[in-house]
């Protein structure tokens, strides 16, 4: 296995196989949930050994809010007029 570390030593990834630029071999003990739950800074190679990072805060995750721009306003209009529209022939042939 083969570690990518930061200057802090956080385990930022890591490859199982193969390699990776700039990775440093590990082949010690994995800590439990480890492989299973990674995250980038999760973990630290301390003395040559995997332990939590006990620095470690979950980031925070924000998901991106969308920004409507003024031609998604008027494609708006546009798809409810096509609707509308559709509407009113279906109505006019029922009627008739």
């Known amino acids: 296995m083969q570690l990518i570390l930061n200057d802090e030593m956080e ?11 700039n990775g440093v071999d590990y082949d010690g003990p994995i800590p ?37 721009t003024q031609q998604d306003g008027i494609n708006a209009h546009f798809f409810k007029m096509a609707l509308d529209f559709k509407k009113q022939l279906k109505e006019m042939g029922s009627n008739g």
């Open 11 to 21: 385990i930022m990834a890591y490859v199982k196989i193969g390699s990776a630029e």
């Open 32 to 68: 439990d949930g480890f492989l299973a739950d990674f995250e980038p800074q999760k973990y630290k190679l301390i003395a040559g050994v995997i332990v939590s990072n006990t620095d470690y805060v979950t980031p925070e995750i924000n998901p991106p809010t969308p920004t409507l």
